[in-house]
């Protein structure tokens, strides 16, 4: 007995050890790390306040990623992203018209927004095919640039208009990102990204003349870019 007991012990063994060998292989098969540049349109959504209603221009920009995936569940990436961010801000009508007149403002203000994030990434590969999936979080700061605020004032007969700068300030908001997407090898180590991002934050409030809608806006960019694996 105990000579037919250790074979089948060690031939256990044997198998188990192959079995890890070979899951470990696989595991080592799904890791990719890669850099990624990327352009992209920001395309936003408006926001209305009690007083004010915000709406920011639809811009370009351009994303850079460094990410690595580590086996299907396990992957993440850095990101830093850059775009025009314009708005326009204006006096919600539905507080501005007494009955003996109407009066308000609106502002324009030039703008930049530099975003940066840390995600989670889920994937999967299919032949030369990477679908994933991404959440996470960073900041997206605002810097203006200049802005211009317009002041209307109607009585009964006559409204009169004036127009100059304006004083603004620079905005950080807390942002959660989150997305999906495929990446297409074309070549060894070089293919393309195609992706969609969403970004959602709080309106930022650029213009000292006005207070921001303080509510929560949403950004959807879609993503074109190429990527190369190391």
């Not at 299907?72 to 990436?77: A, H, R």
């Amino acid at each position: 007995m105990s000579c037919i007991y250790l074979p089948m012990r060690q031939l256990l063994r044997g198998t188990l050890f192959l079995g890890l060998l070979l899951g470990f292989g696989s595991w080592q098969a799904w890791a990719q790390t890669d850099l990624a540049i990327s352009g992209y349109g920001a395309l936003n959504q408006s926001t209305t306040g009690t007083t004010t209603i915000q709406k920011p221009s639809d811009q370009g920009g351009f994303l850079i990623e460094a990410r690595h995936i580590s086996n299907p569940i396990v992957g993440y990436e850095v990101t830093y992203a850059y775009n025009r961010a314009n708005q326009a801000y204006a006096t919600n009508p539905g507080q501005i018209c007494p009955a003996f007149g109407c009066s308000g403002n609106s502002a324009s203000a030039h703008a930049n927004a530099h975003e940066a994030t840390a995600d989670w990434v889920v994937s999967l590969r299919i032949l030369n095919l990477r679908p994933f999936a991404l959440a996470g979080g960073g900041v997206v700061v605002t810097t203006p640039v200049g802005a211009t605020l317009t002041m209307i004032t109607c009585n009964i007969v006559l409204c009169s208009t004036s127009t100059g700068s304006t004083a603004t300030q620079t905005q950080a908001k807390a942002m959660f990102v989150y997305g999906a997407g495929v990446d297409w090898t074309v070549v060894p180590h070089l293919g393309v990204r195609f992706q969609y991002r969403g970004r959602v934050s709080k309106a930022p409030d650029l213009v000292t003349a006005f207070s921001s809608t303080d509510k929560f806006t949403r950004t959807s960019e879609p993503v074109l870019g190429v990527f190369l694996r190391f």
